[in-house]
C-alpha cells in the first residue's frame, strides 16, 4: 500500500493513482507499505512501515532481523518513479534500463527511511538516486537507477 497526506495526493494524486492502478504489480502493493512524506519535481521522500515477511532471520547468538536485498532493490526501483514521473510531467510511459545497488551496511528492523532523487533527465533517458537508510538513520543502500521512455 502506497499513501500520501492531502497535499501530496491533490498534486501528484494523478501520478501515484496510475501506478497503483495500471503498473505497480500486486505484490509490491500487497508488501511495501509505504508513506509518501515529500514529493516534488525531482525529489521524494519515504517511510517503509514494518513488514516481518521482507525481513531474514539472522540466528542466535545474533538473533536479529535484516531486509532483504530483493525488498531493497524492489523499494528503489519502485519509489524512483514518483520524483521522476513529477519532474517530467509527462504521459510517457517508462521502464528500467538499468539497476545497481550497492549495500554499505545492514538494514535492521525499525523505522525504514527512503530518498529518491532524479540526477538526470535527458531525452531520452532518466537517471536517478535512491539512499535507504535505517533507524539511526544512517545510509545502508545506495541505488542508481536509469529509465528509459517507452
Known amino acids: 500500500m502506497i499513501k500520501a497526506n492531502a497535499n501530496i495526493t491533490t498534486k501528484y494524486g494523478h501520478i501515484i493513482d496510475k501506478q497503483i492502478n495500471d503498473v505497480f504489480p500486486a505484490w ?3 508488501n511495501f507499505s509505504v508513506e509518501i ?3 516534488t519535481a525531482g525529489k ?3 517511510e517503509l512501515a514494518y513488514n516481518p515477511d521482507l525481513y531474514r532471520k539472522v540466528p542466535a ?3 536479529y532481523e535484516l531486509l532483504s536485498g530483493q525488498a531493497v532493490m524492489a523499494l528503489a526501483d519502485s519509489l524512483l518513479v514518483f520524483p521522476v514521473l513529477a519532474q517530467i510531467e509527462q504521459d510517457r510511459e517508462i521502464v528500467t534500463l ?3 545497488t550497492e549495500f554499505l551496511r545492514p538494514v535492521k528492523s525499525g523505522k525504514v527511511t527512503i530518498k529518491a532523487k532524479v540526477i538526470r533527465a535527458g531525452s531520452k533517458v532518466i537517471r536517478g538516486q535512491v539512499e535507504i ?3 539511526n538513520n ?3 543502500a545506495l541505488s542508481i537507477i536509469c529509465y528509459i521512455y517507452i
Open 37 to 39: 512524506i515529500e514529493l
Open 28 to 30: 509490491v502493493l500487497n
Open 138 to 140: 544512517e545510509l545502508c
Open 61 to 63: 547468538p545474533n538473533a
Open 44 to 46: 521524494a521522500l519515504y
Open 98 to 100: 538499468n539497476s545497481s
Open 133 to 135: 537508510l535505517d533507524t
